[in-house]
């Protein structure tokens, strides 16, 4: 039975920035970046970028999930917090504000949960601010047990001891690490840590109805945090077996999730997922402690409980269990002034907002930089020519992609990537500055990330970023073909960090990892260049060919069987290809005619 909630909101398009409001003027150490609605950023009010001599913390995600993140800045835990709409991943210029906003010479950590969406925006954002010269690490959180291993890239989901991990970077950078040694302290807290969660009811998004699709007497075990389906649907239990069964879940020596084993040392976290009273909480707490030292030999050093990580109005709870050493305890332990922690908070409130930074690099560049040349030299004819083949091949391959994509996805990777190659070409005619290589990929970038969207989109986006910063790294004037291959390969290795994907997983990387293969070894024999691009362009062609004979394990192909998939190849690696072979056969007729 479906009926409308009740809320105590406005409108339920204002929710998060509302609730932004509320927040900063509850904690006076708290700030939020001017840029409603599209930029939702909670800031340390003490912290300015430009002068900040420590790393930066920052998380961020969907909102929904209060009192994270933003609940969780202050000093000695994050130093930003980016809000998405309700349960949404936050946009990349969203992110990119924020790490402008608070990060110095130390540079910025940003602490992800293991969600597609989150990991796309946060690894392009990533990329776009190291390309205007900020140092960024990213370390991806996945503590969710309640799932057997899974196919395919998704990974486990990022839950509530991602708070934990928070904690322990914070002190970390509040100590004055280095951002290389904030990052390993935190990514070593993601690998102690996991958790499981165990719901009562659905949960009901702002301005939405509702369904108990549970049922009277009946719970979800092994849920996330955005009022998905759990594992498994049961009878409701007491909360001593409730709790056993999750304690035993998590700890469950056949997977493997965490490295605990009889007489570790471990901390204890109770989550409420939003409508728990906190005295369900401290029984499923005084519950837990016994259990893991009597039944699983383990010396709890840590208890924390209260609503950390929300699901919005969901009634439940969930556990988290980490390994603790005395380096871990010791980043628990420290002072902190993150007003969820909880703690209390002091001194004088400043202003409630402060400007969006904007981003530095444009505004120092010259006009003439970021504008067609009136007269190309040999290099920029060259990549005038290679870019044009390239996306008049993607244009002239519309119908086939959509054709093929309409029995492996969602029937429009054609028309996605007509409109980023049309974008291209157009972009081209005013805006690339030609014979700067490095630029000229950074537009690239931009033309794709205005037209295409989707996941297409920001692929090819953290593929350019990535190629352009390799590219930029160079001093000279020309760039070779060997300085051409590592681009390349920074472009492809930003793709799979960030998407996920490897070869064999019929993706655009089944194009382009063989290719980069074939590139390598004929420059490495001291082949001509251009005759190793052709080469691995036809490598490129075969691989794209050969995902036919693939199960999908990224993107909506991962969902279709494979008797239907070994009919087509798959669009995204088709496109790849031909866009490369164009580029190649290119650059070839131009070397041979001049």
């Known amino acids: 039975m479906a009926f409308q909630a009740k809320k105590l909101i406005n409108d339920p398009n204002d929710v998060v920035t509302e609730f932004i409001e509320g927040l900063v003027e509850t904690y006076p150490g708290l700030q939020y970046l001017d840029g409603f609605p599209q930029v939702k950023v909670v800031l340390r009010a003490d912290v300015s970028g430009a002068t900040y001599n420590k790393v930066a913390v920052i998380s961020g995600g969907g909102s929904g999930h209060e009192p994270a993140h933003a609940g969780f800045v202050?000093?000695?835990?994050?130093?930003?917090a980016i809000c998405g709409d309700v349960f949404a991943s936050p946009s990349v210029d969203s992110i990119l504000a924020g790490i402008r906003a608070v990060t110095g010479p130390m540079g910025a950590l940003l602490i992800v949960k293991n969600y597609t969406g989150d990991r796309l925006n946060f690894g392009l954002a990533a990329e776009e601010a190291?390309?205007?010269?900020?140092k960024v690490e990213i370390v991806i959180v996945g503590d969710d047990c309640a799932l057997p291993p899974p196919r395919g890239i998704a990974g486990r989901r990022g839950l509530a001891g991602t708070i934990l991990v928070h904690k322990v970077a914070g002190a970390a950078a509040a100590a004055g690490l280095s951002l290389a040694d904030v990052a390993a302290e935190a990514r070593h807290a993601s690998e102690m840590v996991?958790?499981?969660?165990?719901?009562?009811?659905?949960?009901?998004?702002?301005?939405?109805?509702?369904?108990?699709r549970l049922g009277p007497g009946k719970m979800e075990l092994g849920l996330g945090i955005h009022g998905e389906p759990?594992?498994?649907?049961?009878?409701?239990?007491?909360?001593?077996?409730?709790?056993?069964?999750?304690l035993k879940q998590i700890l469950l020596p056949e997977t493997n999730y965490v490295p605990i084993t009889r007489g570790n040392r471990v901390v204890l976290l109770i989550n409420g997922l939003g409508a728990t009273p906190a005295m369900e909480l401290m029984i499923a707490a005084g519950k837990a402690v016994p259990r893991l030292q009597l039944e699983h030999g383990l010396a709890v050093d840590r208890v924390?409980?209260?609503?950390f990580m929300t699901s919005l109005d969901m009634a439940g709870f969930s556990i988290s269990v980490m390994k603790a050493d005395q380096s871990?305890?010791?980043?628990?332990?420290?002072?902190?002034?993150?007003?969820?922690?909880?703690?209390?908070?002091?001194?004088?409130?400043p202003a409630a907002k402060i400007p969006v930074p904007m981003p530095p690099c444009r505004s120092t560049k010259s006009d003439e930089s970021l504008s067609r040349p009136q007269l190309l030299n040999e290099q920029g004819c060259i990549l005038e020519v290679a870019i044009e083949a390239a996306a008049n091949s993607v244009i002239n391959l519309k119908d086939w992609l959509n054709e093929w994509d309409s029995k492996a996805g969602d029937g429009d990777c054609g028309s996605t990537m007509f409109r980023g190659a049309t974008a291209i070409l157009e972009d081209m005619k005013k805006f690339y500055p030609l014979n700067d290589p490095a630029e000229t990929v950074n537009e690239i970038g931009s033309s794709i990330r205005r037209a295409m969207g989707g996941t297409s989109g920001i692929i090819y986006d953290i593929f350019c970023k990535a190629a352009y910063a390799q590219l930029k790294a160079n001093t000279k004037t020309v760039v070779t073909a060997k300085q051409w291959k590592d681009a390349l390969e920074a472009s492809i290795a930003a793709v799979s960090k960030y998407g996920g994907a490897s070869a064999g997983y019929r993706t655009m990387l089944d194009a382009l990892i063989p290719a980069l293969t074939v590139l390598q070894e004929r420059l490495d024999a001291e082949d001509d260049p251009v005759t190793a691009f052709v080469l691995s362009s036809e490598a490129a062609l075969d691989g794209a060919e050969s995902t036919k004979h693939m199960q999908a394990q990224a993107g909506r192909s991962s969902y279709i069987s494979g008797e239907i998939l070994a009919s087509v190849p798959d669009p995204g690696a088709m496109a790849a290809a031909s866009w490369y072979r164009a580029a190649a056969l290119a650059v070839k007729d131009k070397c041979m005619a001049s």
Do not use: F
Request: contains cysteine; glycine residues 14%; charged residues 15%.
């Open 74 to 80: 202050g000093e000695g835990m994050l130093t930003a």
């Open 130 to 134: 190291k390309s205007e010269g900020y």
């Open 194 to 212: 996991g958790t499981m969660g165990v719901a009562l009811t659905v949960c009901t998004l702002p301005g939405q109805v509702t369904s108990d």
């Open 230 to 246: 759990g594992a498994a649907v049961a009878d409701l239990q007491p909360v001593d077996v409730v709790v056993s069964h999750v």
């Open 304 to 307: 924390y409980t209260g609503s």
């Open 328 to 349: 871990i305890l010791q980043r628990l332990d420290a002072a902190t002034k993150a007003p969820h922690w909880p703690v209390g908070v002091d001194g004088n409130r």
